[in-house]
């Protein structure tokens, strides 16, 4: 049966492994009727969906990914967020990549996922597919 880890380790192995970030917390929760895995508050918590993520490698994964929504600027994440579908959002496209690739080292993740991001909101801005 899937135990979860306690959260102060998950936030080192994050910090560790993504770099520092401004997650203050991670919780856990237990909700049934929601389809997320976890979630990142903008207020420096991340919240993991217990009832959803069910073995190591997705809890992993789902933190990572919240990790690096947790490295973004809101800013920038609301500007995509008006603009562009989930899929289609630059910030979350790079969480994917992320969350994707954590099998690679620390300073291959970050220097890839810098170069993820720009390329795409190139080809965004480039093919004129911004909303206003």
């Known amino acids: 049966m899937f135990k979860p880890i306690r959260p102060e380790t998950l936030m080192r192995w994050a910090e560790n492994k993504l770099?520092?970030?401004?997650?203050?917390?991670?919780?856990?929760?237990?909700?049934k009727k929601t389809d997320w895995l976890g979630e990142w508050d903008w207020e420096g918590v991340i919240t993991i969906n217990l009832h959803r993520v069910r073995s190591y490698s997705t809890l992993y994964r789902t933190v990572a990914h919240e990790w690096t929504h947790a490295q973004q600027k809101y800013r920038d994440y609301k500007y995509w967020h008006r603009r562009r579908d989930y899929k289609?959002?630059?910030?979350e496209r790079e969480a994917t990549?992320?969350?994707?690739?954590?099998?690679?080292?620390?300073?291959?993740i970050i220097k890839?996922?810098?170069?993820?991001?720009?390329?795409?909101?190139?080809?965004?801005?480039?093919?004129?597919?911004?909303?206003?």
Do not use: D
Not at 88 to 91: M, R, T, W
Not at 97 to 108: A, C, G, P, T
């Open 19 to 31: 770099g520092p970030s401004k997650c203050k917390r991670i919780i856990y929760t237990n909700r």
């Open 97 to 108: 990549f992320v969350e994707n690739n954590l099998h690679k080292s620390k300073s291959l």
């Open 112 to 132: 890839a996922k810098k170069m993820v991001t720009r390329r795409y909101i190139q080809k965004i801005e480039n093919e004129g597919f911004i909303i206003i």
């Open 88 to 91: 289609g959002n630059p910030l």
